[in-house]
């Protein structure tokens, strides 16, 4: 494992954002945090480069412990962290500058990512022209200015139309292509079932175990999941051909499928239904 | 920290809104100067006022110096407001618009960051002091000469023409260093606001009581006013006093260094520690 993360406890006056954050993720992989709205994971990304500055708990690098606010957690690690934002009064490339001036990076390394974003020829146009598709593009070429081993991407395919959600995915399994380690946050299922080698969901300042989706989910028959009407979910399931209900406890129900490629066909059978959490039965015996 | 400094300095110059002051300056002080060389006679009579009875005055009193001295002397109350358009953004501007979520994620301290902030803060308030008192002499001694110049201090006081440029430095130092606390206190609000509106508002909320305190001729107002850095804002008339009184400017210098490095301290702890949420 390559990061680690250990009780993370975050609280804000009365309310507990991060009530026992605890994860890992492995090197190399493409790691989803999936969540709700409000469930955390923004106030979660902000802690690994400091933007939050009081927090608990404890994080692994390399499997060394690493100290609140350590600068390797900026050296090695790349940021876009929530929607991107820059100084629109100025264009693509000084923008870049100004970050490249203080991350000891020469500037042939800005046209390098501008390429790699697709930018290049609109690197001198001011940021306040380009598109939402555009600034987040450039979100992604700031954070691998510096050239970092682990990126830390905040809902990256957020208010993109489904062109710029393409291109977005294709530049995340390049970027992995190219040894890198990514850690996206998403509400959003579907992409976690298309980008993410690996998962956990948030839910109330909880997380769930990773999942690794390539190889022990591919192997199971067995599922839980976890939803908000599970009543409903129920029946739907019982409508469906491809899972049977087993049982189920509180808002977990335990199913049971064949079918090759369960989240995409837990979305298309569960459409409208809120679902918090998808596990394995080898997680069942943790879960309950 | 040079490559901090340096991209707080391209920040700053790239907005339009650094260039507000320097623009008014630069608007306003010929049209001023215009208007004592088109309102000279009058505006000599009222100078002279009774004194015609007793003094006979040969020539003419308005000339460069004098026309800056009154320049200035008129428009320093007001460039707290225009000292504060720098530090009101340099921070909340930041937390606003968002962008310290991708610049502070950067291999850089925050505590540097926010010592580039101050020194550029520092930089444009003392640009500006500077070219508003140069281009007042500028620009009056273009268009009026010199001269002797006429101030009232205990009755008239004629200072000859070598010694007057290092008094107009003397009150642009002093004058400055005001304006610096002044930028400081705004930073300081900066530093807990969301938007760059309101330090201003509370800045210059704060430069007015502080004001008003000085004028009203109230006892315990008196007590209070030399610990306050807003009584010393018009320190650029003492430097055409004599005897210069040493003392005043000694207590303006401690004074606002006293509350610039508070302003500046509390600003920093906050930014330091405080959760970048926006």
Redesign the interface.
């Known amino acids: 494992m390559i990061l680690e993360f250990k009780n993370i406890v975050k609280n804000y006056n009365q309310v507990e954002a991060l009530k026992d954050i605890s994860f890992s993720i492995p090197e190399n992989s493409i790691f989803g945090i999936l969540g709700a709205n409000g469930s955390g994971k923004s106030t979660f990304m902000k802690i690994l480069p400091g933007l939050i500055y009081d927090w608990s708990g404890k994080i692994f690098y390399k499997e060394k412990l690493i100290q609140k606010n350590d600068m390797i957690l900026k050296q090695e690690f790349g940021y876009l962290i929530e929607a991107p934002t820059f100084y629109e009064y100025l264009s693509a490339k000084k923008n870049l500058e100004i970050l490249a001036r203080i991350s000891n990076v020469n500037s042939s390394r800005i046209d390098e990512v501008l390429e790699l974003v697709e930018l290049s020829h609109r690197s001198k146009d001011k940021v306040s022209a380009y598109s939402y598709g555009m600034k987040q593009r450039l979100g992604i070429a700031q954070a691998l200015l510096h050239n970092p081993k682990i990126l830390i991407l905040d809902e990256p395919n957020n208010g993109l139309d489904p062109n710029g959600i393409n291109d977005m995915i294709r530049l995340i399994k390049n970027l992995k292509m190219q040894g890198k380690t990514i850690c996206l946050s998403t509400h959003n299922l579907k992409d976690v079932e298309e980008l993410c080698t690996d998962f956990t969901v948030f839910k109330d300042g909880y997380c769930s175990n990773s999942v690794s989706l390539n190889s022990q989910l591919n192997k199971s028959k067995k599922w839980i999941i976890t939803v908000k009407n599970p009543e409903l979910v129920i029946d739907k399931i019982n409508q469906s051909d491809e899972f049977s209900y087993i049982s189920s406890f509180n808002n977990n129900i335990i199913i049971e499928t064949n079918s090759k490629n369960t989240i995409k066909s837990l979305n298309v059978v569960l459409e409208n239904e809120e679902i918090y959490k998808i596990s394995k039965d080898s997680n069942l015996i943790e879960y309950f | 920290m040079i490559?901090?400094f340096?991209?707080e300095l391209?920040?700053a110059l790239?907005?339009?809104r650094t260039y507000i002051s320097f623009i008014l300056i630069t608007l306003l002080i010929p049209v001023v100067v215009y208007a004592i060389d088109y309102g000279a006679v009058s505006l000599e009579t009222k100078i002279y006022g009774q004194m015609q009875d007793s003094f006979i005055f040969i020539g003419s009193i308005i000339n460069g110096y004098l026309s800056a001295y009154l320049i200035i002397a008129i428009l320093i109350t007001h460039m707290p407001f225009l000292s504060t358009i720098i530090p009101s953004e340099i921070i909340s501007g930041e937390y606003s618009?968002?962008?310290?979520?991708?610049?502070?994620?950067?291999?850089?301290l925050?505590r540097n960051v926010f010592i580039s902030k101050v020194l550029v803060v520092f930089l444009y308030t003392t640009l500006m002091m500077f070219y508003f008192f140069s281009f007042s002499l500028f620009v009056s001694y273009l268009i009026l000469g010199d001269g002797e110049l006429i101030v009232f201090h205990r009755g008239i006081l004629l200072l000859s023409e070598d010694d007057i440029i290092w008094r107009f430095f003397l009150g642009f130092v002093f004058s400055n260093l005001v304006m610096i606390t002044v930028s400081s206190l705004c930073l300081f609000f900066s530093s807990f606001s969301k938007n760059s509106v309101t330090p201003i508002i509370s800045t210059i909320s704060i430069v007015f009581i502080g004001s008003a305190i000085s004028f009203i001729p109230i006892d315990i107002f008196e007590m209070i006013d030399p610990y306050l850095f807003t009584g010393y804002i018009d320190i650029f008339l003492l430097a055409f006093h004599y005897p210069i009184p040493t003392n005043i400017f000694f207590n303006c210098f401690l004074v606002c260094f006293i509350w610039s490095s508070l302003f500046i301290l509390a600003a920093y702890y906050n930014f330091?520690?405080?959760?970048?949420?926006e």
């Open positions: 490559n901090l340096y991209n391209i920040k790239y907005k339009r618009k968002g962008t310290f979520r991708i610049y502070l994620t950067r291999a850089i925050r330091t520690n405080r959760d970048i949420l």
